[in-house]
């Protein structure tokens, strides 16, 4: 398995293509060279095969039969000074001179070329050898062979053969070495970064990535990406604490306000003036109500908030239960499948889930709701659906948007902030947040990654 893993990896890509590329080059380099240096010694050897066969036929025009075969027989008699192989026959056919007898069906060539393997007698002894020859016509029928040993010729070209094959095999085994070499350095220092981008992902701003120490290109960009996020942290903790302060400031102004309001509901000696101060006191309820939503959403997309091990399964029952009083006899039904653990926000993720409680009581007009939670391809699937008018599938995305608001909802009540709390905490999780059909109704799901255990 690992091996396959391997294999399907950009390390192994990466040492393959390397070792490729460089046998690619030997073959080139190397093929170039043994073709340049066959082609040179195979034109200079028929090129002297050439020129004695020219001088040879001179002189068969210019003496008579006996002294042209006496000059055959001689150049015939020293075959491994002159490397030269020679064959007269007469028009018959018969054989009249030579050092090398060739039978009548040696297959010719064009141009008269030919190649075979002979015994060319040296002394008392025979050598087997490779004969490149040239057959020409001569006048009155004769016909007279001149060929080459070229025996050295063919070990040459099957020792280069042989060497551009090793060189081959081992020029991709060393660039595959290096290749994988080099993809695993990279490797390494990509995991490297990537595991510290996402423990910054996941709230740690004071997370740096890792510089090598080698001063190259790689580690020049790093240096460049923590000043990033130095100052980024700089930044987030500064807009963080205005937040905190101005979130403070405004609650402690609420909170006077509505101080103020339940005095004068209490002091109230008409029902105008009760109705006016119950109008104040909803109000800022309202108002609370949003800057908290703000604050939680900012929490969320700030990144900051802390990350535990959370027990989904408890948080969706203990919410469920809650809700059960709110809702009417058998109209919330829940399915929870227990110990499904996540890395999250307890807080959060709770006030997520009682969001989507929320807008399915208030828009699902009385019909069923239903809350799964399971397990499903590596995440916990949690489900919030009812049976009311739903979302049309044009405005979904408008729905998760802060401060929006749906065609036709301007009089129903709400900030336009609950599904983007949704959305803020599902990017927070690194979940998938879907809005469907529940056919009919609206379908909230949020898959959300489990909490990988370590065995022991």
């Known amino acids: 398995m690992a091996l396959v893993a391997f294999a399907r990896s950009s390390i192994a890509r990466l040492a393959l293509l390397h070792g490729l590329m460089l046998a690619a080059s030997m073959v080139a380099v190397l093929g170039g060279v043994y073709l340049g240096t066959s082609r040179i010694i195979a034109n200079e050897s028929d090129q002297l095969i050439t020129l004695e066969a020219q001088s040879l036929v001179e002189d068969f025009r210019e003496k008579d039969l006996d002294a042209f075969v006496t000059e055959i027989v001689d150049r015939a008699e020293d075959p491994w000074v002159r490397g030269g192989v020679y064959e007269l026959r007469g028009p018959s056919g018969d054989f009249l001179a030579g050092n090398v007898v060739v039978l009548p069906e040696l297959v010719i060539e064009r141009g008269g070329w030919a190649e075979f393997d ?116 700089v930044l987030t903790t500064t807009m963080r604490a205005v937040l905190d302060s101005t979130a403070h400031d405004l609650r402690g102004h609420l909170n006077r306000i509505r101080g103020a309001a339940q005095d004068a509901r209490h002091g109230a000696t008409s029902e105008a003036q009760a109705s006016a101060a119950d109008a104040v006191l909803a109000e800022i309820d309202r108002l609370s109500g949003t800057l908290q939503g703000l604050l939680r959403i900012a929490l969320a997309e700030s990144g900051t908030a802390p990350l535990e091990n959370v027990d989904l399964s408890a948080v969706t029952a203990d919410l469920a239960e809650f809700y059960l009083p709110v809702a009417e006899p058998g109209q919330l039904r829940v399915e929870i499948e227990p110990d499904l653990r996540v890395r999250g926000h307890r807080q959060l993720l709770a006030q997520a889930l009682s969001n989507l409680l929320d807008n399915a009581l208030k828009y699902g007009h009385g019909t069923p709701i239903t809350v799964t939670l399971r397990r499903h391809a590596g995440c916990a699937r949690l489900a919030v659906s009812d049976a009311g008018p739903g979302i049309p599938a044009e405005h979904r995305e408008l729905a998760a948007v802060r401060f929006g608001r749906l065609p036709g909802s301007s009089g129903l009540p709400g900030s336009g902030l609950g599904l983007s709390l949704v959305a803020a905490v599902a990017r927070l999780h690194q979940a998938q947040l879907e809005l469907g059909d529940a056919g009919p109704g609206l379908s909230v799901v949020l898959e959300i990654p489990l909490e990988r255990t370590v065995a022991p």
Do not use: C, K, Y
Request: proline share 2%.
């Open 118 to 233: 002979v015994a060319v007698t040296h002394g008392d002894a025979n050598a087997s050898r490779r004969i490149r020859a040239h057959v020409t016509a001569l006048p009155s029928g004769f016909q007279l062979m001149i060929g080459h040993d070229v025996q050295d010729r063919h070990t040459f070209r099957e020792v280069m053969l042989r060497s551009l094959a090793w060189a081959v095999l081992v020029t991709l085994l060393f660039g595959a070495l290096g290749g994988l070499w080099l993809g695993r350095r990279i490797s390494r220092t990509a995991q490297a970064i990537s595991a510290s981008a996402g423990r910054i992902a996941g709230g740690s701003l004071g997370e740096r990535l890792p510089v090598s120490g080698s001063g190259d290109e790689i580690d020049a960009l790093v240096m460049r990406f923590n000043d990033l996020l130095g100052r980024v942290e």
